[in-house]
């Protein structure tokens, strides 16, 4: 079993204005710049907050150092959606331009076809209650994928066994909420 140090290792978030900013043209090559410098392919896992249309999602590359052709290491991507009614798949163009515009700044050559079979799967994970809470469950979802996340995910062998609609419950959901708060009002002691 891994520790929490190794599970953490395999990972690597993408600042979550990037996605946004990537977007917009005037920042694009700025934004593909930054991303080159974060080395993503030399990690198992790549979380990616979206905030687009006023909603947060979470995208998850996996396996993304892996050879497209690769039959045991399967690069895939996972969109994680609170509020699935917002239909999420409307990304996909864009979360399809941008992972082009990575793997061509990383100096992976890759054939634009495989790049663009890479599998987007949104998995029916728990749904927020209310129109605020988009945010929180990004986090959540990240915490919980980094903690149940295996080291080689694969969609070949039931997908996602840990990502259903009974992932967590609403006493888990308010727990990690509470933590959230309290390491809020103990930055905020800290800096008066």
Request: contains cysteine; aromatic residues 14%.
């Amino acid at each position: 079993m891994d520790t929490p140090e190794e599970k953490r290792d395999r990972c690597t978030y993408l600042n979550c204005l990037w996605f946004c900013m990537y977007n917009n043209e005037c920042f694009r090559d700025r934004v593909l710049t930054w991303i080159k410098k974060e080395n993503i392919f030399s990690k198992t896992y790549v979380f990616v907050p979206i905030v687009m249309w006023s909603h947060w999602y979470l995208l998850i590359m996996c396996h993304f150092g892996e050879s497209l052709k690769s039959g045991t290491r399967t690069p895939c991507m996972l969109l994680l959606d609170s509020l699935r009614a917002l239909d999420p798949m409307r990304l996909e163009p864009l979360i399809r331009s941008f992972v082009v515009d990575i793997f061509e700044t990383q100096d992976r050559h890759e054939n634009i076809k495989l790049i663009n079979d890479i599998p987007l799967l949104v998995p029916e994970v728990p749904q927020q209650r209310n129109g605020e809470e988009c945010g929180v469950f990004v986090l959540y979802y990240t915490h919980l994928f980094m903690e149940s996340a295996p080291q080689e995910l694969s969609i070949n062998k039931g997908y996602p066994y840990f990502m259903r609609n009974d992932w967590f419950g609403e006493e888990e959901l308010e727990g990690f909420y509470e933590k959230l708060e309290s390491l809020e009002i103990e930055s905020s002691d800290e800096e008066e």
